[in-house]
């Protein structure tokens, strides 16, 4: 098999490709030089961003100073559990380390638990506000914000009362996985759940697919209904073990 970033500089529309890619390593044993190696690849193929933990955006921006290459980081990664006030205190301290775009984990355990729960419906408030006030503070600072919603925990209804939650509280992006949940979608599942959310949510919020994309033809499969694709490989499989 072609290595994969290779293959991306053989074909005469690789920027359509590279520049949907956000590259990212999000290893909980991550070092700096491994870091330094990810934005250094990430430059010499025009990649749209990194996706780094919030540990490493101030060097990660130092390695990709004069480069197109955007920062990403994630908020409350990978569970989504914590409380309001400390997802907006993450948010607002990488937004002061100089991150372009968030990926917040949606609370997604506690929506599979109400639910379950028909007469307490009003406790999707509760996730709304907590969505709601990171978008806030992502937006007035001029920071993309990406919701994880985690479509393999989900089903079809609660994917809609997901992706409604996140357009009503002004998310920029509906982001599919955080590639730790287990087990995780097929390839065909995955794209199932991405055709639904791109029929349910309005065009001008977009959609990130991530978790198990590895080859061109994964890629291949998605481009027409996404705009942004997180992943971790380079030669068809996955080196970065750990991240997704």
Excluded: W
Aim: proline residues 2%.
């Amino acid at each position: 098999m072609k290595k994969f970033l290779q293959y991306l500089n053989e074909q005469s529309d690789n920027n359509q490709y590279n520049r949907i890619i956000d590259y990212t390593y999000l290893n909980e044993k991550a070092s700096i030089d491994d870091i330094k190696r990810i934005c250094d690849t990430a430059k010499q193929n025009n990649f749209y961003s990194v996706c780094i933990r919030p540990d490493f955006i101030t060097y990660a921006k130092s390695f990709l100073e004069g480069s197109k290459v955007k920062v990403c980081s994630v908020i409350d990664f990978p569970n989504g559990k914590s409380k309001t006030v400390d997802r907006v205190r993450e948010a607002n301290k990488s937004i002061s380390d100089g991150t372009d775009e968030r990926d917040l984990v949606f609370p997604y355990r506690k929506l599979i638990d109400i639910s379950a729960k028909a007469q307490n419906k009003d406790e999707y408030k509760d996730l709304l506000d907590n969505i709601r006030q990171v978008a806030l503070t992502c937006h007035k600072n001029g920071v993309i914000l990406k919701v994880i919603i985690e479509t393999c925990a989900l089903t079809f209804e609660q994917i809609g009362i997901a992706c409604e939650i996140c357009v009503e509280a002004g998310t920029d992006f509906i982001k599919t996985s955080t590639g730790y949940y287990k087990p995780s979608n097929t390839i065909d599942e995955k794209l199932e759940k991405v055709k639904f959310i791109r029929k349910i949510i309005p065009e001008n919020v977009e959609i990130k697919v991530s978790g198990g994309i590895r080859t061109i033809d994964d890629i291949k499969l998605f481009t027409r209904y996404v705009d942004r694709i997180g992943t971790s490989s380079v030669t068809g499989q996955n080196d970065n073990k750990g991240t997704y």
